[in-house]
């Protein structure tokens, strides 16, 4: 398979947003597509801000920014992706969601291209039964916010080919990134690993065994985490966090996926995280500290 000349990112949210800044980056043209015209304004000034910080850093030059920006193309018409060689989507975490936009792509993309999913937790294999290709459907979860995040995690389903994977790692690697290889299961490694660790925090604080500034402290000073578990939740967005929770009770059949009661509750409330100004923490300028609820 010829390298990809040409990619295609469904969805314009910070994750989409950063993997069609990374495509721009490393001399792909990139369609970023959204059907919501005000997300893809938010995109094109966020990626803009990128580049320009990487420019203040030295990291890349102004004309190298200038050449990045020319490559990127916003567009609401899903059409524009006929001719892409590599697609990421990068949508809502939902499998009946993304299977609906799997077929859409199959049906209007070139034959040879390969249809990735940025998936955190949904079987690639699934995805790709909704496909007339599902040798050419593969994993491509990037971390957030993939410009400056090392890892990809590659998923194979049960038929990608050894030539998708193939062309998928060499994508990632020109992006400079770090791959590991996971087999279709619920949740994959990093989410299979980091998503119970946030839902027991929120047991914890659900249980009053601690605060969430204690909670989250303990975490960072105790075991060197950057981020405390509650405070990376509201990075995520509580509502990942809890799709991904059920995505894993489902998938694995235990009960100790079952999401945390205070978890729902949040979600519920439409407090999601730092996206909508409150989440564990309120990140609204002038407002009072919301204090945990009650067990339900």
Not at 21 to 45: F, S
Not at 89 to 104: G, T
Not at 129 to 134: D, F, W
Request: net charge neutral; hydrophobic share 40%.
């Amino acid at each position: 398979m010829a390298e990809a000349k040409s990619l295609g990112v469904v969805g314009s949210g910070q994750m989409g947003s950063g993997i069609a800044q990374l495509g721009a980056m490393y001399g792909l043209h990139v369609w970023l597509l959204d059907t919501d015209p005000t997300a893809l304004y938010r995109a094109n000034k966020s990626i803009s801000s990128s580049l320009q910080r990487f420019v203040s850093k030295g990291q890349i030059s102004q004309a190298a920014c200038t050449e990045a920006l020319g490559r990127l193309e916003y567009t609401s018409n899903i059409d524009e992706l006929r001719s892409a060689d590599f697609i990421v989507e990068a949508i809502v975490e939902s499998e009946d969601v993304k299977k609906k936009l799997f077929i859409e792509l199959d049906k209007i993309t070139k034959s040879s291209a390969i249809l990735a999913s940025n998936t955190s937790s949904i079987s690639i294999t699934r995805l790709a039964s909704a496909t007339s290709r599902p040798c050419q459907v593969i994993g491509m979860h990037f971390m957030n916010p993939p410009p400056i995040m090392k890892l990809v995690e590659i998923v194979r389903g049960a038929d990608t080919s050894d030539e998708t994977f193939h062309a998928t790692k060499a994508l990632a690697e020109r992006f400079h990134k770090t791959i590991i290889c996971s087999q279709d299961y619920s949740g994959f490694i990093v989410n299979r690993i980091l998503m119970p660790m946030i839902n027991e925090a929120f047991f914890t604080l659900y249980t009053g065994v601690a605060t969430k500034e204690d909670i989250d402290t303990g975490m960072k000073l105790g075991t060197n985490h950057p981020m405390g578990p509650l405070e990376l939740a509201d990075f995520i967005g509580l509502d990942v966090c809890l799709s991904i929770m059920k995505v894993l009770h489902a998938g694995l059949g235990d009960s100790k996926y079952a999401p945390c009661p205070l978890l729902v509750q949040y979600v519920d409330a439409g407090r999601v995280g730092r996206k909508c100004g409150v989440g564990v923490y309120d990140y609204r300028k002038g407002s009072e500290p919301i204090k945990a609820s009650p067990r339900l």
